[in-house]
């Protein structure tokens, strides 16, 4: 089973069990900084008596004598701390984060017990062995792993010991894991994948991220302008439309670009560059990053002395959720707006691929769970006729409007050969952690948990 390391496969019980491991080591810290007189706890004596009982952050501190052997945990200058009190100021601390991970666990052991999977030694130490493995094979040899673990703060002992300690609840998912690939359920889904129908179609294509491009690029272009025409009207210096308007960092330091070579500059730049006498301030110029404007400063042979202003054209910053909002409405009614003229015959398909614009026309070729647009897409596409034109399809990068151009027969029938052949890939390709971890998630989901 490959985890990429044998850290990887920590990560899973960093989403069920590491909080557990954290919680022990606090314990543990906990304990460690209290003093732990066991004589002074089995004979009493006048100062415990002293002190009395009194309220504690998450539970009650207890005189001696107040509470069973069994109840206490240490003792904290003469005054007993009680295991009650301890749960509590733990559950205070970690809170319901860790609760969410332990009950996990116990959701895992127990389906584990419901299916009968038993975990033997061998299979145990058959897990850190290959996690082991894994590691000093990533690292290229034992003494690189063992540097890296000490980059860590670890030991080699420690690493094993936290190996061993998931090592119970690994086996188990990775188990199960392997018995749910090969459901009837499952072997449909990967005959479908590997063998069945293939759908070849022709798209257009309405991005989102295209029209939000473009319409910060547009909004960059409109802001330089602006500034640019502040500049030339003498309602700003230079200095002052850098301080309130540039977007790059050098902003703090007055557009400063230092000195450079020309050389060094991209060429679009140079050559722009290259037209401007010293003190002048450029046209608004366009970059892969936005739009900038220049004052040459200084110029000595090769190198020139540049402040710039710079406007970003990234839709990240300089759309806001509104904005975004507007442009993705657009893409929408665009695209139902060619639909409406391809099936009242006022466009052929071709003709509306040809007109796109922003839109690329791009050939698609899939079996049912190999498309990156999800469940959904894939079920309208496998409804389809040969030479349908679908609605606009709805997905997380945009529309797309589809044309079935053919329809490819299965590789193979799904009959018992075909299983029995199914049931052999699957059980010898590798569990990942992302598997586990997306087995473990379902899990949870299905099961009734009220945190109180």
């Not at 349908?388 to 945009?398: F, K, R, Y």
Request: one cysteine or more; proline letters at 3%; a positive charge.
């Amino acid at each position: 089973m490959r985890m990429g390391t044998g850290m990887d496969a920590m990560r899973v019980r960093g989403f069920i069990l590491r909080l557990w491991v954290w919680w022990l080591c606090l314990g543990w810290i906990f304990l460690s900084s209290c003093v732990v007189d066991r004589t002074k706890w089995e004979g009493g004596g006048g100062e415990d008596r002293k002190l009395g009982q009194r309220e504690e952050r998450g539970g009650v501190s207890h005189p001696a004598g107040g509470l069973d052997e069994g109840n206490i945990v240490a003792i904290l200058d003469g005054e007993r701390v009680s295991l009650e009190e301890y749960k509590n100021y733990l559950y205070g601390v970690i809170g319901k984060k860790f609760l969410e991970a332990f009950l996990t666990e116990k959701l895992v052991f127990r389906r584990a017990e419901e299916l009968g999977i038993r975990v033997g030694e061998e299979e145990l130490k058959g897990w850190v062995d290959r996690q082991l493995a894994e590691q000093i094979g990533r690292y290229g040899s034992r003494d690189r792993f063992l540097q890296e673990l000490k980059k860590k703060g670890l030991t080699l002992e420690k690493y094993l010991e936290e190996v061993e300690r998931n090592a119970p609840l690994m086996v188990r998912i990775e188990k199960m894991v392997r018995r749910e690939r090969i459901s009837e359920g499952n072997l449909r889904r990967e005959y479908e994948k590997r063998f069945g129908r293939k759908a070849v179609l022709e798209q257009i294509f309405f991005s989102f991220y295209e029209a939000e491009r473009k319409e910060a690029d547009r909004l960059a272009r409109k802001r330089a302008e602006l500034v640019l025409e502040k500049i030339r009207k003498r309602e700003l210096t230079f200095g002052e439309a850098v301080k309130f308007y540039s977007e790059s960092p050098t902003s703090s330091k007055g557009g400063s670009l230092g000195y450079q070579p020309l050389g060094n500059l991209p060429e679009p730049t140079r050559k722009f560059i290259e037209k401007l006498g010293v003190g002048e301030v450029s046209d608004v110029h366009r970059t892969p990053v936005g739009y900038h404007i220049f004052l040459l400063k200084d110029r000595r042979g090769r190198y020139v002395h540049l402040l710039h202003i710079a406007i970003t054209s990234n839709p990240k910053y300089r759309l806001d959720v509104s904005l975004r909002r507007r442009v993705r409405r657009r893409v929408k009614e665009e695209a139902f707006r060619v639909y409406r003229r391809i099936k009242m015959g006022e466009l052929t398909f071709e003709e509306a691929l040809a007109k796109s614009g922003q839109r690329e026309g791009k050939r698609l070729e899939f079996r049912r769970h190999q498309s990156i647009y999800g469940e959904d897409f894939e079920t309208r596409v496998f409804a389809l006729k040969v030479g349908e034109v679908s609605a606009p399809i709805l997905t997380d990068v945009g529309y797309h409007i589809l044309r079935l151009e053919a329809l490819k027969p299965p590789l193979r029938p799904f009959d018992e050969g075909c299983r029995r052949d199914l049931v052999d890939i699957l059980q010898k390709e590798e569990v990942t952690v992302s598997q586990m971890k997306r087995w473990t998630e379902r899990l949870r989901r299905r099961a009734r948990i009220t945190i109180k």
